[in-house]
C-alpha cells in the first residue's frame, strides 16, 4: 500500500505541500478518467464514498509526519480525495496534529451531495477543477464514470461557494481540445466568483500535451478584470519543459 502522508512536494498553487492520500491505493481510484491525468487511465472507478484509510492508520502516519517544514497539508494523491468517507475527519486530525494549515484537492465530482461540502467546508482551501464549458466537452476530457453531469457539479461549486469560509480556488487545465472555449470558461469563473483561477496546462508527462506560453497567455486575456487570476507558467517560468517538471515534482504529486 503506498504511504498515506508523502512528500513534502513544491506547488505551484500552494508552496511546499505535505501530501496526504486517503485512498492510497495501487492505482489511480477516481470517479473521472481525464485523459490528461499523469496517473494514466484510471485503474479503480469509483463514484460512491468510501473507507479507505482507517483513522488509527491516518494518526500513525500523522505523527510520523509531525515538525516536517510545510506550507500545507495537502489532501490529494492516487485519485479523488473526497471518495473517502472520513476526509472530514481526516483534515481535522491533519490540522490537529501537523499545525499546517490545510488544503483539498478535488475534481468537484461529488460536490453535489451536501454531507461531501460540510466536510470540504473544514479545509482552509478548496480547490476545485472545472475543465469544460458544456456537458459534451466534459465527457470528452474528464471522462466521468456514473451519470455525473457537468450543471449539476457547476450547481454544487456554487452553493459550496456561497456558504464557505475559507479560499475556493477554480483550477482550470487547458488542452488542445478546449483551448477554444476560453471565453465560456471565463464566464462560468465569474459566475462562481471564487477567490483564484488557475489556468493550467499539463507538464507532466501524460497522453495529452501542454500548450504553449503564449497559448495560455492568450487564453488568459479571456480572464481579464477577474480577480485572483494566475496561470502555470507565471509561477514555474515560461521555460519549463514537461520532463524538468516531473523531475521537480516526481513524487505523487498535486494532481
Given amino acids: 500500500m503506498p504511504s498515506i502522508?508523502?512528500?513534502?512536494?513544491?506547488?505551484?498553487?500552494?508552496?511546499?505541500?505535505?501530501?496526504?492520500?486517503?485512498?492510497?491505493?495501487?492505482?489511480?481510484?477516481?470517479?473521472?478518467?481525464?485523459i490528461y491525468c499523469q496517473l494514466g487511465s484510471t485503474s479503480h472507478p469509483l463514484t460512491e464514498r468510501?473507507?479507505?484509510?482507517?483513522?488509527?492508520?491516518?494518526?500513525?502516519?500523522?505523527?510520523?509526519?509531525?515538525g516536517i517544514p510545510a506550507d500545507y497539508a495537502t489532501f490529494s494523491g492516487m485519485g479523488e480525495p473526497t471518495l473517502a468517507s472520513n476526509l472530514g475527519e481526516a483534515i481535522q486530525m491533519a490540522r490537529s496534529i501537523l499545525?499546517?494549515?490545510?488544503?483539498?484537492?478535488?475534481?468537484?465530482?461529488l460536490m453535489p451531495e451536501s454531507d461531501v461540502?460540510?466536510?470540504?467546508?473544514?479545509?482552509?482551501?478548496?480547490?476545485?477543477?472545472?475543465?469544460a464549458p458544456s456537458n459534451d466537452?466534459?465527457?470528452?476530457?474528464?471522462?466521468?464514470?456514473?451519470?455525473?453531469?457537468?450543471?449539476?457539479?457547476?450547481?454544487?461549486?456554487?452553493?459550496?461557494?456561497?456558504?464557505?469560509g475559507g479560499n475556493l480556488a477554480l483550477q482550470m487545465m487547458f488542452i488542445e481540445t478546449n483551448k477554444d472555449c476560453a471565453e465560456q470558461m471565463a464566464q462560468i469563473?465569474?459566475?462562481?466568483?471564487?477567490?483564484?483561477?488557475?489556468?493550467?496546462?499539463?507538464?507532466?508527462?501524460?497522453?495529452?500535451?501542454p500548450l504553449s506560453p503564449e497559448e495560455i497567455a492568450a487564453i488568459r486575456q479571456h480572464f481579464a478584470g477577474l480577480p485572483g487570476v494566475v496561470t502555470v507558467y507565471e509561477r514555474v517560468g515560461p521555460d519549463v519543459t514537461p520532463i524538468d517538471k516531473q523531475e521537480v515534482m516526481r513524487r505523487r504529486p498535486e494532481r
Fill in 137 to 164: 466537452l466534459f465527457h470528452r476530457i474528464n471522462r466521468p464514470f456514473g451519470d455525473a453531469a457537468l450543471q449539476d457539479i457547476l450547481d454544487g461549486i456554487r452553493r459550496f461557494r456561497s456558504a464557505y
Fill in 5 to 34: 502522508v508523502y512528500g513534502p512536494v513544491p506547488s505551484w498553487r500552494l508552496g511546499r505541500s505535505l501530501g496526504i492520500d486517503m485512498l492510497s491505493t495501487a492505482g489511480n481510484t477516481c470517479s473521472f478518467d481525464c
Fill in 99 to 109: 499545525q499546517l494549515p490545510t488544503a483539498v484537492l478535488t475534481n468537484a465530482s
Fill in 117 to 131: 461540502c460540510r466536510e470540504l467546508a473544514l479545509a482552509d482551501v478548496v480547490v476545485a477543477k472545472v475543465d
Fill in 50 to 66: 468510501r473507507l479507505f484509510v482507517t483513522t488509527h492508520d491516518l494518526e500513525m502516519a500523522l505523527n510520523d509526519a509531525r
Fill in 189 to 209: 469563473a465569474a459566475d462562481i466568483s471564487p477567490d483564484e483561477i488557475q489556468i493550467n496546462t499539463p507538464l507532466r508527462p501524460c497522453a495529452v500535451g
